[in-house]
């Protein structure tokens, strides 16, 4: 199924993408997607840990299901003020 | 009135102050957040902000409505900058009125704090040799 990822701050330096479309399997979660893009990463696996995820702009916890055509954020911890 | 901005152009104090305009709202609490000049140790030369912008926008609401319930305040703005901010201006203004000072002064205090935890806003410190993701 189709999903799109974006990827802020840090994360978005070590992907080396913004906004990306994925073909994934069927009810991944979230915590998957994040070790997924980590197995295929070496620096991104350096910050996994600390990556929250958001599906369609609603925090969510890590066996979280995505669905087709979901948007997924990957937030690492915030720095706002 | 509750409102909530993300900006790239320097944040105006006295124009968001000046549309508090409640008669029975006693307080008026501004807090304004700047980037220092030190920071462990080393010179910060900016820094640069970036948001997820609906999102932050969509957490700011639902923050300030949150406080709105918590606290007996009235008017309420956050304003954040985005992109580079240099040493001395506002990266983060948070104004909040009541009709006395003690919720104002609460409803500020919780409203810095939550966004620095939640609201998808991040920024890098920029040095004369390097720069750096920053967190709270």
């Keep these: 199924m189709k999903i799109v990822v974006q990827a802020f701050a840090e994360a978005a330096e070590v992907l080396g993408f913004r906004k990306k479309q994925f073909d994934v399997e069927s009810d991944i979660t979230a915590g998957e997607l994040v070790r997924y893009l980590a197995n295929s990463n070496h620096e991104f696996k350096r910050i996994a840990k600390t990556i929250f995820v958001a599906i369609n702009e609603e925090y969510c916890s890590n066996d979280a299901v995505i669905h087709e055509n979901d948007v997924v954020d990957l937030i690492p911890p915030v720095g706002g003020g | ?136």
Excluded at chain 2, 6 to 22: G, K, M, R, S, Y
């Design chain 2, 1 to 136: 009135m509750m409102q909530c901005t993300l900006q790239h152009e320097p944040i105006d104090v006295e124009a968001l102050l000046a549309q508090c305009t409640n008669p029975s709202d006693g307080a008026v609490v501004c807090f304004i957040g700047r980037p220092r000049n030190i920071d462990n140790g080393r010179e910060v030369v900016y820094l640069e902000y970036e948001a997820h912008q609906s999102m932050a926008i969509k957490e700011l609401n639902a923050l300030m409505k949150k406080a709105s319930e918590q606290f007996a305040i009235n008017d309420c703005i956050v304003v954040h900058r985005l992109g580079r901010v240099d040493i001395g201006q506002a990266s983060v203004v948070i104004i909040v009125t009541s009709m006395h000072r003690k919720d104002a002064y609460a409803a500020s205090q919780y409203i810095i704090d939550e966004l620095k935890k939640i609201v998808p806003i991040w920024k890098k410190e920029f040095y004369k040799d390097g720069s750096q993701w920053k967190t709270g």
